[in-house]
């Protein structure tokens, strides 16, 4: 079973743009809190950004104010925009839905920043 598909990683230049989906089963989608984490080489797993249900949004310090999260009800998808990128964003993304009973993590996106 896959849960969560994720789309939109590849290669973008330093200041570029990039645009990260998941895709969720509309059960878990409705009603789960959804983020990103993400994982570099030799870094330990950290959030990247946080959407829950309500809608809060939450973003790690390092990525405020260039990257948003937000939910795309018609497609039961969480999508991350990611705006002035830098080499220090390059990194494996996950996608995760947590339904309170039940987390579920996508198999990750390669997004490589680099000139």
């Known amino acids: 079973q896959v849960q969560l598909v994720e789309s939109g990683g590849g290669l973008v230049q330093p200041g570029g743009s990039l645009t990260l989906s998941c895709a969720a089963a509309?059960?878990?989608?409705?009603?789960?809190?959804m983020g990103w984490y993400r994982q570099a080489p030799g870094k330990q797993r950290e959030l990247v950004a946080f959407?829950?249900?309500?809608?809060?949004?939450n973003y790690a310090d390092s990525v405020k104010g260039r990257f948003t999260i937000s939910r795309d009800t018609t497609k039961n998808m969480v999508v991350l925009q990611m705006n002035s990128l830098k080499p220090e964003d390059t990194a494996v993304y996950f996608c995760?839905?947590?339904?309170?009973?039940?987390?579920?993590w996508g198999l990750g996106n390669q997004v490589t920043v680099s000139s």
């Open positions: 995760v839905a947590n339904r309170g009973t039940r987390v579920y």
């Open positions: 509309e059960n878990i989608f409705s009603i789960s809190d």
């Open positions: 959407i829950a249900r309500g809608g809060s949004t």
